[in-house]
């Protein structure tokens, strides 16, 4: 597998001498994206000590460091770069991760990933200018994308007819796989009502 993220030389040495004053046996690098996919993304690095690091992280082992890569950030991370530029005031540490915010998506991606994309590069921008955005909180086993309409969808008399037309007409059209959109408060739908 490749490295989806590169870690120049500088940025490690930068990171070896930061390790190494913290004096724990063992400590690595973790790598992360808050909120991956979406506007707010964020990239982050911490100090990992032995046993912080989850069982599903991707452990790397470079020359100087040791880095794990959080799971669900890999595929933000394609083309991610670490680096330390030197001046006078000591230096900074850059991380460029231009994915981020929008992963790379092909038709082999996960489904979630490319309802994500739809939303975050065609929908979303649109709904932008009134305060409105669409996320994605689960798919069910019938590819049913369950979205949670915010910001100022949410009350809006006009969503039903607007946005769940214009979406779900967009994102089936652009994901053949989809069903259908489903909107988290609605209550028109109790098939999972504990009631019947």
Known sequence: ???????????????????AKQNVEGIAVRIFITQPGTPYAETCLAYCRPGEEEPSDERLDLDKITVYLEKNSIAFLEEAVVDFNSDRMGGQLTIKAPNAKMPQVNADSPLED???YVLYSEINPGLAAHGGEIRLMQLT????????????CQGCAAVDITLKDGVEKTL??????LVG???V????????AYYR
């Open 1 to 19: 597998m490749s490295q989806p993220i590169q870690i120049t030389d500088n940025a490690q040495e930068y990171l070896a001498e930061l390790l």
């Open 141 to 152: 086993e019938e590819n049913v994308a369950v979205l949670q309409f915010g910001g100022g």
């Open 185 to 192: 408060t609605d209550h028109t739908d109790d098939t999972n």
């Open 181 to 183: 959109i489903r909107d």
């Open 172 to 177: 089936v059209e652009r994901i053949p796989e």
């Open 114 to 116: 490319r309802v994500n």
